[in-house]
């Protein structure tokens, strides 16, 4: 399998995954001429999308689905009360055809292509929000953003990875001294909020494994992080605790511009 981050940060996200002849997405919160621009450097075809898997209803997630659904016929998975909340006419998606959603339940997997994906819920202020497990030829991507915490069930779904795509979305130090107000601090620290820097490293050493090949750090704060500072913290820490020789690759996956094309062979 491979990965490419199209965007990742709190104003957009968008990932492409691919195996053989099927194409992905997991979520689509850019605009939907950035994604197709995103796919063409990847010699990829927006009609050849074999479906776009969405984490949750915020629309730094879903900003570019309407446009992509209704151009080109692409099924879109999620959770049923995920769609639902797409749908409130709270967010600006559009109408999209109901034969193009393609409900999911947590802890079922669906096999699209060539690729067995499985969602699994995590914890953040959304409608029945998940994260993805991706798996083919023996090889399996894991895939987490916007949770606020994580637990056993959770680094169980992420063992065994590849590939790992994992928030590390702000320093603690930065969103405490910063201008959010107290509400919104609380509400990202909190449980339904986003994963810190120093939690992200925590549970990389947690999930670390001869096999895991690369560590993308994934939808980081504009106004709470910098990419050099989430490297450097995850970096330390994986240092301290597995020593240089175990290291996997290290990346952050950038913000407006394309990452590199990442594999799990």
Do not use: W
Not at 197 to 204: C, F, G, K, M, T
Request: net charge negative; proline share 4%; aromatic share 6%.
């Amino acid at each position: 399998m491979k990965l490419c981050s199209i965007a990742s940060g709190s104003s957009g996200n968008c990932i492409y995954i691919g195996h053989a002849s099927t194409h992905l997405l997991v979520d689509a919160g850019i605009s939907g001429r950035r994604i197709e621009e995103g796919l063409k450097h990847i010699d990829v075809l927006p009609a050849e999308l074999k479906g776009i898997f969405i984490t949750h209803e915020h629309s730094d997630h879903i900003q570019g689905i309407g446009v992509l659904a209704r151009k080109y016929n692409i099924p879109l998975y999620g959770t049923k009360e995920t769609f639902a909340a797409m749908q409130n006419g709270k967010t600006n998606i559009g109408k999209v055809n109901a034969s193009l959603f393609c409900p999911l339940l947590p802890e079922i997997p669906v096999t699209v292509g060539d690729i067995e994906v499985m969602p699994f819920s995590i914890s953040h202020d959304a409608a029945n929000p998940v994260a993805y497990e991706f798996r083919a030829d023996g090889r399996k991507i894991g895939m987490a953003t916007d949770l606020g915490m994580y637990d056993e069930r959770i680094r169980m779904h992420l063992d065994g990875s590849s590939l790992l795509y994992l928030e590390a979305n702000h320093d603690v130090n930065m969103l405490m001294v910063g201008t959010y107000p107290y509400y919104l601090k609380q509400r990202i620290l909190g449980e339904c909020g986003h994963l810190s820097n120093d939690a992200a490293a925590e549970l990389i050493c947690r999930l670390h494994h001869k096999g895991l090949k690369h560590v993308v750090l994934a939808h980081l704060s504009k106004e709470n992080n910098y990419p050099e500072l989430a490297y450097e913290t995850v970096r330390a820490e994986l240092l301290m605790k597995l020593g240089q020789e175990a290291l996997p690759s290290l990346m952050v996956a950038p913000r407006d511009t394309l990452s590199d094309m990442l594999t799990t062979d």
